[in-house]
Structures are given as structure tokens and as C-alpha cells.
């Protein structure tokens, strides 16, 4: 299994542009997330989606958005890149499980870097 | 809102036991977690404990949980170079198992 897929790894935007961070999951996950990591932070939970076709939004939004067409992929959109988007974008999954394997904990992609200039 | 905090830095000797704290933020709190991020490395998921328990051992790791405090500890026996890395603690809050990360505590093992 691939487990959870991010692309790109590395990307330098300029401000005002635009990109699409791709995620995809292949273990059939219901539940998929987007978190953001800056240093001495920790991560931010941008958004989060419980199944397709339903999205919401974490703690920091703005600026972002998401889809989620399929259980596969939720890709993650900057529409006007800015300086403050700078940072390591990780997207993770999990299955909700109940009873014995309602500790399921997430699996993270190994991240795409960006940086806004 | 409130931070999940963690100190920012620990340095142990290889072999000697490294304990990272945590200070939650939710009494309410199923689950709680250990993640390991190695450089340029997603986050792994460690361990984790029930929030009905106060300790729980799994191999090297022994895990804390005071809940009157809303303290979390992982500790770390026989600490090797391999172990270095950050270690961050999570709550599951809410619904749709959404985590809540603390800051990251990183782990330098020296010889």
C-alpha cells in the first residue's frame, strides 16, 4: 500500500499565484485532513473532510479551499498565494473506528514545502 | 483558544531515559497521542492511551496519563541516536476525530 500521496514535494510560488496540493489515499479512508506545520507551532488544522462530498473548515482556513470528489483525494487549493501561506502543508487520513479501533490514530504524507515570494 | 504545549527541546545521553511532557487542553478527551517526525518526514504515530487508563507500557515507550493535571508523558527507555527526531502529543477533540497537535518537543540523543 501507498498510504497517503502528496505532490509536489517542494514548490516556490509567487505572490498572487495560484496551486492545487494534490493528496490521495488508498486504504479507504472516510476521514481525510489538512494541517499545516510552521516552526515552534506545531500543526493547524486547515480543513477536513468526513466523507465525499463533505468538507469543513478547521482552524485556519483562510485563504485556502478544498473539494473532495472521491474517498481517494482531497487536494487542497491556495487561490492567491501570499507570504503568511509559507510553510509545510502535511495531509493525513484515518478510519473512524469504533470500539477497539476507535484509537485509530492518522497516517500522514511526507508533505509538500512551499514557499510564497 | 488554548495551546497543547510541549517544552521545545530535550538532550539525553545514548542509553540514558529521555521524558517528554505534555499539557493538554481538553478534559474531555478520548484518545491521546504520541507522533515521531524524523527530518523531512511526515508524522508517525507512536502510541496512544484511552483516556480511562494512566499508563500504558509498549516496548521502550511508557506512556503517562494524569488526568486531574491534563498531563501527558512519553517516556523513552535506552534512548538511541535513532530516537532523535520531534515528538509531538495530539488530543482527539470533537467530532470527526480531529486532532489537536502541541508544539513539538525535539529530541537530541548525543553520544
Known amino acids: 500500500n501507498a498510504g497517503v500521496t502528496q505532490t509536489p514535494k517542494f514548490r516556490i510560488l509567487k505572490i498572487g499565484q495560484s496551486m492545487t496540493l494534490q493528496c490521495a489515499q488508498d486504504?479507504?479512508?472516510?476521514?481525510m485532513y489538512w494541517y499545516r506545520q510552521d516552526p515552534g507551532m506545531g500543526l493547524k488544522l486547515i480543513y477536513y473532510s468526513v466523507g465525499a462530498g463533505i468538507t469543513d473548515k478547521g482552524e485556519v482556513p483562510n485563504g485556502y479551499n478544498v473539494s473532495r470528489s472521491t474517498t481517494e483525494d482531497f487536494p487542497l487549493r491556495l487561490e492567491l498565494a501570499a507570504p503568511s501561506q509559507t510553510s509545510v502543508y502535511f495531509c493525513a487520513s484515518s478510519y473512524p473506528g469504533t470500539g477497539s479501533l476507535a484509537h485509530y490514530g492518522y497516517t500522514f504524507g511526507s508533505g509538500t514545502r512551499l514557499t510564497v515570494v | 483558544g488554548e495551546d497543547v504545549e510541549q517544552s521545545l527541546f530535550l538532550s539525553v545521553r545514548e542509553g540514558d531515559s529521555s521524558v517528554i511532557n505534555c499539557t493538554y487542553t481538553?478534559?474531555?478527551?478520548?484518545?491521546l497521542y504520541w507522533y515521531k517526525q524524523e527530518p523531512g518526514a511526515g508524522l508517525q504515530l507512536l502510541t496512544y492511551?484511552?483516556?480511562?487508563?494512566d499508563m500504558k507500557q509498549d516496548q521502550r515507550l511508557t506512556v503517562l496519563l494524569n488526568k486531574k493535571d491534563k498531563h501527558l508523558s512519553l517516556r523513552i527507555a535506552d534512548t538511541q541516536t535513532g530516537d532523535s527526531a520531534i515528538y509531538f502529543c495530539a488530543e482527539s477533540v470533537g467530532t470527526a476525530s480531529k486532532l489537536t497537535f502541541g508544539t513539538g518537543t525535539r529530541l537530541q540523543v548525543t553520544l
Open positions: 492511551i484511552f483516556s480511562n487508563m
Open positions: 486504504m479507504n479512508h472516510n476521514y
Open positions: 481538553d478534559s474531555s478527551s478520548t484518545y
